[in-house]
């Protein structure tokens, strides 16, 4: 009996776990990353976007890996609702150019 509850406590554990490292992992995304965000605000607070000639100029300084990552969360509802004028301005531009 004794075992049989062991193993069972292990086994909950180890479900609890997991389940916290995975729920980790939802709250990152690339339109979280100030570094990678600064040169698109005008503000350290980033709430200023730049214009829409200095955005591209930004945009187009990605990587072809970061300006998938962006409109990846982008087209996430969630993520795009708190960077909306961020979004609005990289489906503006097309995604890529």
Same mark, same amino acid.
């Given at each position: 009996?004794?075992?049989k509850?062991? +193993?069972?406590?292990?086994?909950?554990?180890?479900?609890?776990?997991?389940?916290?490292?995975?729920?980790?992992?939802?709250?990152?995304?690339a339109?979280?990353?100030?570094?990678? $965000?600064?040169?698109f605000?005008?503000?350290a607070d980033?709430k +200023?976007m730049?214009?829409?000639?200095d955005?591209?100029?930004a945009? $187009?300084?990605l +990587?072809d890996?970061?300006?998938?990552? $962006?409109?990846?969360?982008?087209?996430?509802?969630?993520?795009?609702k708190?960077h909306?004028?961020?979004?609005? $301005?990289?489906?503006q531009?097309?995604?890529?150019?």
């Amino acid at each position: 009996m004794n075992v049989k509850m062991l +193993t069972m406590g292990a086994m909950a554990l180890a479900l609890m776990t997991g389940s916290a490292l995975a729920a980790g992992d939802k709250g990152t995304s690339a339109l979280d990353d100030s570094a990678k $965000m600064a040169p698109f605000y005008t503000d350290a607070d980033m709430k +200023t976007m730049k214009s829409e000639v200095d955005f591209k100029a930004a945009w $187009m300084a990605l +990587t072809d890996e970061d300006r998938a990552s $962006m409109m990846k969360d982008c087209g996430d509802e969630v993520i795009a609702k708190q960077h909306d004028n961020f979004c609005k $301005m990289t489906k503006q531009l097309g995604g890529a150019n």
